[in-house]
């Protein structure tokens, strides 16, 4: 043991530069003079008279107690077992938030069942609900969260394997990953960095500007991209994030608020506004308006839309930035000398490298078959597979950097886990029940038609907590709430859109809602309480431009 700290000691010490120099002069100067010089001490025999007289016997005797005190003393201090050995730090799962995850899917588990609700569709809810839970409150990262709740639903046989990881092969999934690769690419090539620094140097005097600057663009490249998690992330996460880094907004160091945060929620709730003007804004509008024309045999045509929408949509993408602006506004707010700084660092830039070439017609190419892929049959999941695939071949972005994207395969899991289980709610009938449900309540009521269709307003809307997909809510409800609203004196072509609006509009209340929304909330810069609480207030907002000034455009325009 002595040895070993010994050596220890000797090896720590000569590792350390501001110490190598002072130990090895030490140590030559010991060599030296290996003993301190001995004082003249006087001679044993001077002082013999004054000590007591000793046997041979007891000086051996007492010496061997001295020795056995030393070993003992040495043997303490040297044992493993007395040194204090700070504990390894908790790795596992918050506790309180995992009890409470799992008391809310027990208790539901044993609460009756109501009439006309099957015995699988009840303990589904009770473990999608318990699943949600775990996603807010997070005693684990949401892929684990979410892997736990499909595991459950496998354990308790309420899905079999096949049906409980089904949305794995869904698209819209795998585009959100591949979106977080394409940011990878735009990011590292420098490509990203040289856009931002451009939209910085025309927009970048104040934050709400370069905000204001990102919101419109995003709703002129809508009509053209008919998937909101395409232009969400494939164009605007790497977009948004270079801009973030640009200006010293950075993830994880307390920078989030200089920029990052309003930025990132802002163009996650305008991307909702966008989707919702156009009827190829997103991939589940011409659902709604299919089920239009099947329900009450009227055609909702792209012109017809875009002159409802254009109204309040316009007003909504002004309004809600700079509601978020006041109530979760950026720290810097106003950066006069930015463009000048931001041009300077474009000169330092130079000419755009080979890699910024490549990533820049891959981008291109991407979103020109996201634009014109529905006359090439190619859909918007297989375009970003061709991106990437440029993109791994000529070593812009490599696989083991894919790998490395951590968020990119959380988001892939937990997402996928709620598709798959609100997708089999549908299937199991919970969904229909629910509607049926509301459709007598609301019938019942005896009011006019303006309070009744405002109450089922409400209720279709706010039923979107319990969607990951705005295909399967309105594939799950449209039809049964128009058909009531319809019966109840509402006149059909209005409600039916306002329904097909909301339908978009409702994807803001969560951070799995909308294709979009997994993207933005993925990359960190808003803590999750704050993204459901905004996304809550906003859906207030919206609701009041839509129904309040919306209402007075579509009476001008004759739709009511």
Known sequence: MASFALTSSSLSFSSL??????????????SQNPLPSRPNLPKLSAVSPLLPKLSKSSVTSTTRRISNFAVKALSASSSPTSITRASPPWQGAAMKPLLASIATGVILWFVP???????????????????????????????????????????????????????????????????????????????????????????????????????????????????????????????????????????????????????????????????????????????SATLTFNTIQQ??????????????????????PLILYLIYPPTVKSSPDAPKLAREKLEKMGPM????????????????????GGMLNVDAVTAAILGLSVLLVTGVVTWKECLAEAVAWDTLTWFAALIAMAGYLNKYGLISWFS???????????????????????????????????????????????????????????????????SNLMGGLTHYGIGSAPIFYGANYVPLAKWWGYGLLISVVNIIIWLGVGGVWWKAIGLW
């Open 299 to 320: 055609t909702i045509g792209w012109t017809d839309w875009a002159k409802a929408a254009i109204v309040p949509g316009l007003i909504s993408l002004i309004v809600v």
């Open 113 to 287: 069942v109501p009439a006309g609700v099957t015995k699988p569709a009840w303990q589904l809810l009770a473990i999608f609900l318990a699943t949600i839970v775990g996603i807010i409150t997070q005693p684990l990262p949401l892929g684990a969260v979410a892997l736990m709740g499909l595991g459950a639903s496998v354990l308790t046989k309420t899905l079999p394997f096949s049906a409980a990881f089904s949305a794995f092969g869904d698209p819209i999934p795998w585009l959100i990953a591949l979106a977080f690769f394409f940011a990878r690419g735009f990011i590292k090539t420098g490509l990203g960095n040289r856009i931002a620094y451009q939209f910085v140097s025309l927009f970048g005097s104040s934050s709400l500007g370069l905000g204001y600057s990102l919101v419109f663009s995003e709703a002129l490249l809508a009509p053209a991209i008919p998937s909101v998690s395409a232009r969400a992330g494939g164009i605007f996460l790497p977009l948004v994030k270079s801009l973030c880094v640009a200006c010293g907004s950075n993830v994880g160091d307390g920078t989030e608020h200089k920029l990052g945060s309003w930025l990132m929620l802002t163009c996650f709730q305008t991307s909702v506004i966008s989707s919702s003007m156009f009827l190829t804004a997103m991939a589940a509008n011409p659902l």
């Open 353 to 372: 490298t080979t890699n910024e070439i490549v990533m820049a017609g891959t981008l291109l190419l991407t979103v020109g078959l996201w634009i014109f």
């Open 436 to 502: 049926q449900t509301v459709v007598k309540f609301v019938g019942g009521l005896g009011l006019s038609w303006q309070l009744s269709f405002g109450i089922l307003v409400l209720l279709y809307f706010y039923s979107h907590y319990f969607f990951a997909s705005g295909a399967a809510h309105i594939g799950a409800m449209f039809t049964a709430f128009l058909s009531v609203a319809s019966a109840l004196g509402t006149p059909p072509y209005f409600g039916a859109i306002v329904l097909a609006f909301l």
């Open 17 to 30: 530069p501001c110490l190598k120099s002072r130990s090895l002069s030490h140590l030559s100067s010991t």
